[in-house]
């Protein structure tokens, strides 16, 4: 347990749909990654916060958004939503440690678009 | 840019015998090295890190991995593999608070 925790586990929706996927980071760590996990494009970073703040934007879709809120926890809002859409999400939170942070994955949302 | 190759995307191994599982990144600076492992159905779990000192890094489950500046690897090995380390493997880079994966290697436990 790596103690991130993700909601929901599961996810079943239409095309068109909007959903939130909630992340929670482990005690005392300030930064959360977001990825996407799909079988033809493998793990792609979405997008960090640190503390509240945007930090890094990967390959994030202009349908697709974030945000921290104050007691660090996450959202990963994807809307208009495609069959492409279908994958694994993770979160990750990040502790500093010499010089880098080091992730630790919470265990996953899986996302169905129908 | 900095990239990750995993060599091998697929490797078969017989139970007990030993595995290496290869990483190679492409960097001209100091970069951070990891392993992680993701067992089915499950995220992704940290194995171990490189950071700085010592080039050869222990992890989790009887796995250490060797970092190699002049080669640019960063491989990991396990002298003897059970059936329980069946999953994929990813090997990842950070430099400058970006992370980048490799494509994975999904480890076989032959029987």
């Known amino acids: 347990d790596s103690g991130v925790t993700q909601t929901p586990k599961h996810l079943i929706t239409a095309t068109g749909q909007r959903v939130t996927l909630r992340c929670s980071p482990r005690?005392?760590?300030?930064?959360v990654y977001w990825y996407q996990q799909s079988l033809d494009q493998g793990l792609q970073f979405l997008i960090q916060?640190?503390?509240?703040?945007?930090?890094a934007k990967g390959n994030i879709l202009e349908r697709f958004s974030a945000q921290q809120f104050p007691d660090l926890h996450s959202e990963l809002n994807l809307s208009s939503l495609e069959l492409g859409d279908s994958a694994l999400y993770f979160c990750?939170?990040?502790?500093?440690?010499?010089?880098?942070?080091?992730?630790?994955f919470g265990p996953g949302t899986r996302l169905t678009v129908l | 840019a900095q990239s990750v190759t995993q060599l091998d995307s697929q490797v078969p191994v017989f139970e007990e015998a030993p595995v290496e599982l290869r990483c190679n990144y492409s960097?001209?600076?100091?970069?951070?090295l990891f392993w992680y492992v993701q067992y089915p159905n499950q995220g992704l779990q940290l194995l171990l890190k490189?950071?700085?000192?010592?080039?050869l890094v222990k992890g989790i489950n009887g796995f250490e991995a060797e970092f190699n500046k002049s080669q640019t690897s960063f491989h990991l090995r396990k002298p003897s593999v059970h059936i329980s380390d069946t999953a994929e493997y990813f090997c990842?880079?950070?430099?400058?608070?970006?992370?980048?994966f490799g494509k994975g290697t999904r480890l076989h436990i032959l029987p």
């Open positions: 916060y640190y503390n509240g703040e945007e930090r």
């Open positions: 990842a880079v950070t430099r400058d608070d970006k992370i980048i």
């Open positions: 990750a939170s990040g502790r500093l440690d010499r010089g880098t942070d080091t992730q630790y």
């Open positions: 490189y950071l700085s000192g010592s080039t």
């Open positions: 005690s005392g760590d300030l930064s």
């Open positions: 960097s001209s600076v100091s970069v951070y």
